[in-house]
């Protein structure tokens, strides 16, 4: 049963059954808002000791026109931003109601205010009220109330932003993502958290008491080697920041909880270093694009003011437990994903790149994953996702997952590492869901001696259709002369690539989403062939 009712059961037997619940009560209740009853909570800090970041580089706002810039998208609504914007799409819409674009510097406490003041007023219900928005608008107001100067002093507006924060963790805590879990649910409970930590009086004992579920979730989500367990690098980054805003909170209220936030914060720093190109910006595996979360360097900086230093890996550059591999040896660097979709129970943004790599030379990425640009439904969605547009090899024109709908996996691979050379070289295998007959083995070396990178591919098992693809950064040109490819990286350096002789290369265009709203043009190295098969990559700078 390739769909169908096979492809349901593919999907749902990784489900656990608390998102089975969660599914059945959402889709019949959906989210209510809660109205908050009792006594204000009062904010029992100010000033944390170390200032919250700024927007992240793809938010802004100019409020001559009311014009929002999210997602490489900008519309100016006018005289009033509309609240229930749609035609931007669901990302775009979420975007909206998170705020962000608030946490410019530049902006004048009288624009927040009046900015916030209207949704108060005039969003009751509708998107802004679904938990993942929900959430990160929550934590947005708690540190912009939280940051000297960044709203007006007048008392009374203060007093109304509070009281929405508390009508709105109150619908928060009542309608937690459990559905999802993931990503969603770590957000959740963390803007919970936050509030608790942010606030005094009974309601906020009440969200602080949250600490426990969310302590659990850290650990979970959280792997040993620090990766997030969803393996995208982006979204590792942008639960790092919450980790570090609840460390801050924490320390400015005097909290025991700070050195469990520490230490998880030290771990996840440590992952997203193996995870930074020389260029300074993250790997696009997964679904990952630039400029949605905070940059490296950025969080970084953060982490250091708050006293928070990188964990040693086990390995140099092995992140066993997330699945990935780092090799740095001037001038190249090489990132390679050596895992399946995870988790099991939520993959939704897993991607079909099991043993695909990114490889920078002389600090200039040459060979890129082809990162994500939008979550709607359509050819972007399936091309962002698809195994042919990675790093990796195709089997008989089947992904490695039976990737379906925008975020469902049904089928999944086998992937294992299975050995590691710290620095110098790996070994890992994949099974594709539907070609369980055939494996692909992928050995990587960081030779050195010879200045190169070696990538050796071998097809085992039944006679098969074997595409490899090696998709190029925007702007690499490559001269294919047979077996032999020469990329210009500037007026002084080439990168020379030895292809395999066992298939038959071309040059192709395929798409490439750096950042979400984007779509570039960009040529990629395939080649194609029949197995059982070796194939043989050499990549030197000349």
């Given at each position: 049963?390739?769909?169908?009712?096979?492809?349901?059961?593919?999907?749902?037997?990784?489900?656990?059954?608390?998102?089975?619940?969660?599914?059945?009560?959402?889709?019949?209740?959906?989210?209510?808002?809660?109205?908050?009853?009792?006594?204000?909570?009062?904010?029992?800090?100010?000033?944390?000791?170390?200032?919250?970041?700024?927007?992240?580089?793809?938010?802004?706002?100019?409020?001559?026109?009311?014009?929002?810039?999210?997602?490489?998208?900008?519309?100016?609504f006018g005289e009033a931003i509309d609240w229930d914007y749609r035609d931007g799409g669901p990302l775009f819409a979420y975007h909206l109601h998170q705020f962000d674009y608030l946490r410019e510097t530049h902006l004048t406490p009288d624009t927040r205010l009046d900015c916030i003041r209207d949704w108060i007023a005039r969003h009751r219900q509708g998107t802004g009220w679904e938990g993942h928005p929900l959430s990160l608008r929550t934590l947005t107001w708690?540190?912009?109330?939280?940051?000297?100067?960044?709203?007006?002093?007048?008392?009374?507006?203060?007093?109304?932003?509070?009281?929405?924060?508390?009508?709105?963790?109150?619908?928060?805590?009542?309608?937690?993502?459990?559905?999802?879990?993931?990503?969603?649910?770590?957000?959740?409970?963390?803007?919970?958290?936050?509030?608790?930590?942010?606030?005094?009086?009974?309601?906020?004992?009440?969200?602080?008491?949250?600490?426990?579920?969310?302590?659990?979730?850290?650990?979970?989500?959280?792997?040993?080697?620090?990766?997030?367990?969803?393996?995208?690098?982006?979204?590792?980054?942008?639960?790092?920041?919450?980790?570090?805003?609840?460390?801050?909170?924490?320390?400015?209220?005097?909290?025991?909880?700070?050195?469990?936030?520490?230490?998880?914060?030290?771990?996840?720093?440590?992952?997203?270093?193996?995870?930074?190109?020389?260029?300074?910006?993250?790997?696009?595996?997964?679904?990952?694009?630039?400029?949605?979360?905070?940059?490296?360097?950025?969080?970084?900086?953060?982490?250091?003011?708050?006293?928070?230093?990188?964990?040693?890996?086990?390995?140099?550059?092995?992140?066993?437990?997330?699945?990935?591999?780092?090799?740095?040896?001037?001038?190249?660097?090489?990132?390679?994903?050596?895992?399946?979709?995870?988790?099991?129970?939520?993959?939704?943004?897993?991607?079909?790149?099991?043993?695909?790599?990114?490889?920078?030379?002389?600090?200039?990425?040459?060979?890129?994953?082809?990162?994500?640009?939008?979550?709607?439904?359509?050819?972007?969605?399936?091309?962002?996702?698809?195994?042919?547009?990675?790093?990796?090899?195709?089997?008989?024109?089947?992904?490695?997952?039976?990737?379906?709908?925008?975020?469902?996996?049904?089928?999944?691979?086998?992937?294992?590492?299975?050995?590691?050379?710290?620095?110098?070289?790996?070994?890992?295998?994949?099974?594709?869901?539907?070609?369980?007959?055939?494996?692909?083995?992928?050995?990587?070396?960081?030779?050195?001696?010879?200045?190169?990178?070696?990538?050796?591919?071998?097809?085992?098992?039944?006679?098969?259709?074997?595409?490899?693809?090696?998709?190029?950064?925007?702007?690499?040109?490559?001269?294919?002369?047979?077996?032999?490819?020469?990329?210009?990286?500037?007026?002084?350096?080439?990168?020379?690539?030895?292809?395999?002789?066992?298939?038959?290369?071309?040059?192709?265009?395929?798409?490439?989403?750096?950042?979400?709203?984007?779509?570039?043009?960009?040529?990629?190295?395939?080649?194609?062939?029949?197995?059982?098969?070796?194939?043989?990559?050499?990549?030197?700078?000349?």
């Open positions: 049963m390739r769909g169908g009712v096979g492809r349901w059961l593919r999907t749902l037997r990784h489900m656990r059954a608390a998102q089975m619940v969660g599914q059945v009560r959402h889709r019949l209740r959906g989210i209510r808002p809660v109205a908050f009853r009792g006594e204000t909570p009062r904010l029992a800090v100010f000033d944390p000791p170390v200032p919250f970041l700024e927007a992240p580089p793809h938010a802004a706002y100019v409020p001559d026109g009311r014009v929002v810039r999210l997602l490489n998208r900008e519309v100016r708690i540190k912009l109330l939280l940051t000297r100067g960044a709203l007006p002093a007048d008392a009374a507006a203060r007093e109304e932003i509070v009281r929405s924060l508390a009508d709105q963790i109150e619908t928060l805590a009542g309608h937690l993502e459990t559905h999802l879990l993931a990503n969603h649910y770590f957000t959740n409970l963390a803007s919970v958290v936050a509030a608790g930590l942010a606030f005094e009086g009974p309601a906020a004992a009440r969200w602080l008491g949250h600490w426990d579920a969310f302590r659990a979730q850290l650990e979970e989500q959280v792997l040993s080697d620090g990766g997030h367990c969803e393996r995208s690098p982006m979204y590792h980054a942008l639960l790092l920041e919450q980790v570090l805003d609840l460390l801050n909170l924490s320390l400015a209220r005097g909290s025991d909880h700070a050195e469990v936030l520490r230490a998880s914060a030290s771990r996840m720093l440590t992952a997203l270093r193996t995870w930074t190109h020389p260029d300074g910006e993250i790997a696009l595996f997964a679904d990952s694009a630039l400029g949605l979360a905070q940059v490296p360097a950025a969080l970084h900086a953060y982490a250091e003011a708050l006293g928070v230093t990188e964990a040693p890996l086990s390995a140099t550059g092995v992140l066993d437990a997330s699945g990935y591999v780092r090799l740095e040896a001037a001038p190249f660097c090489l990132i390679a994903s050596v895992a399946g979709p995870s988790p099991a129970y939520q993959p939704g943004h897993a991607h079909g790149d099991a043993l695909s790599f990114e490889l920078s030379i002389d600090g200039r990425r040459v060979v890129t994953d082809t990162g994500v640009t939008e979550y709607v439904p359509g050819l972007l969605r399936n091309q962002s996702r698809a195994t042919r547009s990675h790093a990796t090899i195709e089997i008989d024109a089947c992904d490695q997952a039976e990737l379906w709908a925008p975020h469902r996996i049904g089928g999944r691979p086998r992937v294992a590492l299975d050995s590691v050379e710290p620095g110098s070289s790996f070994r890992a295998h994949c099974i594709g869901w539907a070609t369980p007959g055939v494996v692909h083995r992928r050995r990587v070396t960081l030779d050195s001696d010879a200045d190169a990178v070696v990538v050796e591919d071998a097809v085992e098992g039944a006679a098969c259709d074997v595409r490899m693809c090696l998709p190029l950064a925007p702007g690499l040109d490559p001269r294919l002369d047979g077996n032999r490819a020469t990329l210009a990286l500037n007026a002084d350096a080439n990168c020379e690539v030895e292809l395999a002789a066992s298939l038959a290369w071309s040059v192709e265009w395929l798409p490439y989403f750096p950042e979400f709203g984007l779509a570039v043009d960009r040529r990629a190295l395939v080649g194609t062939g029949r197995g059982p098969l070796t194939a043989t990559l050499r990549f030197t700078l000349r």
